[in-house]
């Protein structure tokens, strides 16, 4: 009973912090509701919830799930701002990961001119990270691939709360898919880009392998906001993105510090 109350408190603060209306605020307290029956019958299908707020004085709209992992984005991406670079302007922003378009979301509210790439692998949260491009009318686009440092096709990982990654996580089932892969460069082409404003990097633990192999591109990125799983530590990251960046540990989540949440301004040209 605590727990569940502890939680109901939680959702319920998020809910005045946001400004929910009552009608919203139901429908936000209704998904733990709904995550809790699925939880003792599992065949049940997640149900998909509409939230609109207002943030940065613009109206905001997120297609969400019934599934605890959405409404965990929506804090803290929106609440707690975990991916707020202070002062930038970008109009290029780049969102890998993608997931269901959170954060995609938030950057346009930031900077409604922008243009926004999102790329995301798994089908489930394509489709509505889609569907929350169009209902918030973002310029830009949401590309079906997972990025990695070579083209092709990669065996993605399936995790119980609709996420996935190259990298097996231990709360991932065994199930796997096969996605296509698509590298950084060939994203910049797509998009008729020659620099990247903000990147934003949350792909479950291949930021590793990304990261050490960015030389070709790293350059063009003026800033940076990145989740680091398993271990890879800011100083790995920071000698992986050739000491280019200022990086500020935002967060770090995990009983052994195992995720951490880094923002990184390009450093002032020498001389």
């Not at 400004?19 to 307290?29: K, V």
């Not at 149900?47 to 409404?71: K, T, Y």
């Not at 491009?133 to 119980?160: C, H, W, Y």
């Not at 996935?164 to 991932?172: E, N």
Request: glycine share 10%.
């Amino acid at each position: 009973m605590g727990t569940r109350l502890d939680k109901f408190r939680t959702l319920n603060g998020l809910a005045g912090r946001l400004g929910l209306t009552p009608a919203n605020r139901c429908r936000l307290l209704a998904s733990d509701y709904l995550q809790r029956i699925r939880t003792r019958a599992p065949f049940l299908p997640l149900v998909h919830l509409m939230l609109s707020f207002q943030f940065e004085g613009r109206r905001v709209s997120l297609a969400l799930r019934s599934n605890g992992v959405d409404c965990n984005l929506l804090s803290g991406i929106f609440d707690l701002r975990e991916y707020q670079v202070p002062g930038a302007h970008p109009r290029r922003i780049l969102d890998l990961g993608g997931n269901i378009g959170v954060a995609s979301v938030f950057f346009h509210a930031a900077h409604p001119e922008a243009e926004i790439v999102a790329v995301e692998a798994l089908p489930a949260n394509l489709a509505l990270l889609r569907e929350n491009f169009r209902i918030n009318s973002i310029p830009g686009r949401a590309i079906g691939a997972a990025v990695a440092d070579q083209p092709g096709k990669a065996t993605f990982f399936l995790g119980q709360a609709d996420n996935s990654s190259f990298v097996r996580q231990p709360w991932m089932r065994g199930d796997t898919i096969e996605v296509d892969c698509i590298t950084v460069p060939e994203i910049l082409s797509a998009a008729g880009w020659d620099e990247i404003d903000l990147l934003k990097v949350d792909i479950e633990g291949a930021e590793r392998a990304l990261f050490r192999d960015c030389r070709a591109w790293i350059g063009k990125v003026g800033a940076l906001v990145a989740e680091l799983h398993d271990g890879y530590t800011i100083e790995e990251f920071d000698r992986d993105t050739l000491r280019l960046f200022q990086c500020r540990q935002v967060f770090e989540k995990g009983p052994t510090g195992n995720l951490k949440g880094v923002v990184a301004v390009r450093k002032p040209a020498a001389g």
